[in-house]
């Protein structure tokens, strides 16, 4: 994207979000439930169909709108939900072999971003995330956005109390990964 997308593009999630209440304050990720402040539930965010409906039909959103077509009514309709994910559970487990060799990259950077999301949160309390079959997510083949975040995770996750775990039935994977500062 070149800066004047990016710039439309924030300027799209500014307004999807804010249509939910939720805006640069950080309380307004809260709300009250039976006297008591909670984070809000996955019902109180937006999902990717909010984010299309907003963006109109100019000629500047149309790129935008095209590419979230397989997210909205294509293939990858699943991931236009709310997520049914308890993600204050002490073990979180997201298995997204099902997802299909095409569609995994979207599964395993939605998945590594939440799980890093989580690491981060108190470095008191130790946290480990177990990646299996990473050469699918840092190999030759793989997505270099998603590669590179993944590195950045192995590179940062001790200054957050956390230990990350790259598995594979065979070695030689790791061997031809693209980011061999991982192993």
């Given at each position: 994207?070149d800066?004047?997308e990016k710039?439309?593009?924030?300027?799209?999630l500014?307004?999807?979000?804010?249509?939910?209440?939720?805006?640069f304050?950080d309380?307004?990720?809260?709300?009250?439930?039976?006297g008591?402040?909670?984070?809000k539930?996955?019902?109180?965010?937006?999902?990717?169909?909010?984010?299309?409906?907003?963006?109109?039909?100019?000629?500047?959103?149309?790129?935008?709108?095209?590419?979230l077509?397989?997210?909205?009514?294509?293939?990858?309709?699943?991931?236009?939900?709310?997520?049914?994910?308890e993600?204050?559970?002490?073990?979180?487990?997201?298995?997204i072999y099902?997802?299909?060799?095409e569609?995994?990259k979207?599964?395993?950077?939605?998945?590594?971003?939440?799980f890093?999301?989580?690491?981060?949160?108190?470095?008191?309390?130790?946290?480990?995330?177990?990646?299996?079959?990473?050469?699918?997510?840092?190999?030759?083949?793989?997505?270099?956005?998603?590669?590179?975040?993944?590195?950045?995770?192995?590179?940062?996750?001790r200054?957050y109390?956390?230990?990350?775990?790259a598995?594979?039935?065979?070695i030689?994977?790791?061997?031809?990964?693209?980011?061999?500062n991982?192993?």
């Open positions: 994207m800066e004047e710039a439309i593009l924030e300027d799209k500014i307004e999807c979000y804010g249509n939910k209440g939720i805006t304050d309380e307004t990720l809260f709300k009250e439930v039976d008591e402040i909670v984070f539930e996955s019902i109180d965010m937006p999902i990717l169909e909010d984010l299309y409906n907003i963006l109109g039909d100019t000629e500047k959103t149309k790129v935008f709108k095209i590419k077509i397989p997210f909205i009514k294509g293939s990858l309709m699943y991931l236009n939900h709310y997520t049914n994910i993600i204050n559970n002490k073990l979180i487990v997201a298995d099902e997802l299909g060799e569609n995994i979207y599964g395993m950077y939605i998945f590594t971003e939440l890093s999301d989580k690491i981060k949160k108190d470095r008191s309390v130790k946290k480990a995330i177990y990646l299996d079959e990473i050469w699918r997510l840092i190999g030759v083949t793989s997505n270099k956005y998603v590669a590179k975040f993944i590195y950045k995770i192995f590179k940062t996750i200054k109390g956390g230990s990350a775990v598995i594979t039935q065979d030689s994977d790791l061997f031809s990964l693209e980011h061999r991982i192993w």
